[in-house]
T-cell receptor, first 113, second 115 residues
Framework: QKEVEQNSGPLSVPEGAIASLNCTYSDRGSQSFFWYRQYSGKSPELIMF????GDKEDGRFTAQLNKASQYVSLLIRDSQPSDSATYLCAVNAYGGSQGNLIFGKGTKLSVKP | SAVISQKPSRDICQRGTSLTIQCQVD?????MFWYRQQPGQSLTLIATANQGSEATYESGFVIDKFPISRPNLTFSTLTVSNMSPEDSSIYLC????????????FGQGTRLTVV
């Protein structure tokens, strides 16, 4: 059973702080990793994706991947109240015939003004 | 990117009835999926909609309960049959245009309440 684990939170950080979101996955063969943001009542939208070990930066967001530890994280710098949402970690279903993503349960982030 | 139109956006249905959800994409896509998101939970894959052939269902989901059609590369439907209150959930259509290194796009979702 391929699994993606996240702390459900809620994670509360003050405005301007760094929010750190973590995710582990069970399938060592997984190749691609995605972070989605989901506002309440809305559908998920892609924040970042990462394939290679190390860091990938995009504006205030940095994704970090460590395949040896089967660990992927998302850092949000200078957190804003508008970042308050649920963040979903998703992993491509390696070996799956249909290319679907497997999602974690999500971490709810609250950024306090 | 892909723009997905999913409808209806919400519905309240009587138990024992069926609801068909439509998903229309603005471009041809290789992969199309149907997910369910129960309150406070993450997304669970129901099935992969295959163009021109029967859908591929995940464990715990069966064709009699969730029949899926995909007549072409831009359109799919999911039917929730013989509904019960346990089917109350958000149903999401998702597409991927390519392989494992492409993002998944989502429709707006259908919020279903069964009474």
């Amino acid at each position: 059973q391929k699994e993606v684990e996240q702390n459900s939170g809620p994670l509360s950080v003050p405005e301007g702080a760094i929010a750190s979101l973590n995710c582990t996955y069970s399938d060592r063969g997984s190749q691609s990793f995605f972070w989605y943001r989901q506002y309440s009542g809305k559908s998920p939208e892609l924040i970042m994706f990462i394939y290679s070990n190390g860091d990938k930066e995009d504006g205030r967001f940095t994704a970090q991947l460590n395949k040896a530890s089967q660990y992927v994280s998302l850092l949000i710098r200078d957190s804003q109240p508008s970042d308050s949402a649920t963040y979903l970690c998703a992993v491509n279903a390696y070996g799956g015939s249909q290319g679907n993503l497997i999602f974690g349960k999500g971490t709810k982030l609250s950024v306090k003004p | 990117s892909a723009v997905i139109s999913q409808k209806p956006s919400r519905d309240i249905c009587q138990r024992g009835t069926s609801l068909t959800i439509q998903c229309q994409v603005d471009s041809q896509v290789t992969m199309m999926f149907w997910y369910r998101q129960q309150p406070g939970q993450s997304l669970t894959l129901i099935a992969t909609a295959n163009q021109g052939s029967e859908a591929t269902y995940e464990s715990g989901f069966v064709i009699d309960k969730f029949p899926i059609s995909r007549p072409n590369l831009t359109f799919s439907t999911l039917t929730v049959s013989n509904m019960s209150p346990e089917d109350s959930s958000i149903y999401l259509c998702s597409v991927r245009a390519g392989g494992a290194d492409t993002e998944a796009f989502f429709g707006q979702g259908t919020r279903l309440t069964v009474v």
